[in-house]
């Protein structure tokens, strides 16, 4: 993924001002910055969560594989399951541990019987799995702050982004 001179306007308030910024894939990318600068904005722009807020419009392109994000042929839906977002509030769904991680890869497909798995993989990879391998039909939204922010990873992960 790569943005090319992204900038960023609500209504005629330029948030964000021609950014240029490689990403690469299995690689940690922090943006960082003080309160109010664009960070979340910025992040909002690489899925186009952006596109529901009326005042919001882009210039520049925002590239995946190439292809330009905001390219009209560009179906959102498989696009947010490639580019996946956690907040920093968690957002776990009122249900089950086992079934916030669930969740996307059944609605995207996935066989029952592959479920399984898919929770224990993600969980381990979001450093989660040992805490709740015991519990993991209990309410997610019982969970610690910190065990939701984990929970939110790996629903991210296990729709393989």
């Known amino acids: 993924m790569e943005t090319i001179n992204l900038s960023h306007w609500y209504n005629e308030k330029r948030v964000l001002a021609g950014i240029s910024l490689p990403i690469f894939k299995n ?13 979340s904005t910025f992040l909002r722009d690489l899925n186009r969560m952006n596109d529901i807020i009326p005042t919001a419009r882009i210039s520049g392109e925002v590239l995946l594989d190439g292809q330009n994000i905001y390219d009209n042929k560009i179906d959102v839906v498989s696009l947010r399951k490639r580019v996946g977002m956690v907040f920093q ?16 890869p059944y609605i995207h497909g996935a066989q029952p019987e592959e479920l399984a798995a898919i929770v224990e993989s993600t969980l381990r990879k979001a450093a989660l799995w040992e805490e709740v391998r015991d519990r993991l039909q209990d309410n997610a939204l019982s969970l610690s702050g910190g065990q939701q922010q984990r929970l939110c990873i790996a629903r991210a992960l296990s729709v393989e982004p």
């Open 27 to 39: 690689k940690v990318t922090a943006i960082i910055g003080p309160s109010g600068c664009g960070k």
């Open 89 to 104: 509030r968690p957002n776990p769904f009122p249900m089950s541990i086992e079934n916030n991680v669930a969740y996307g």
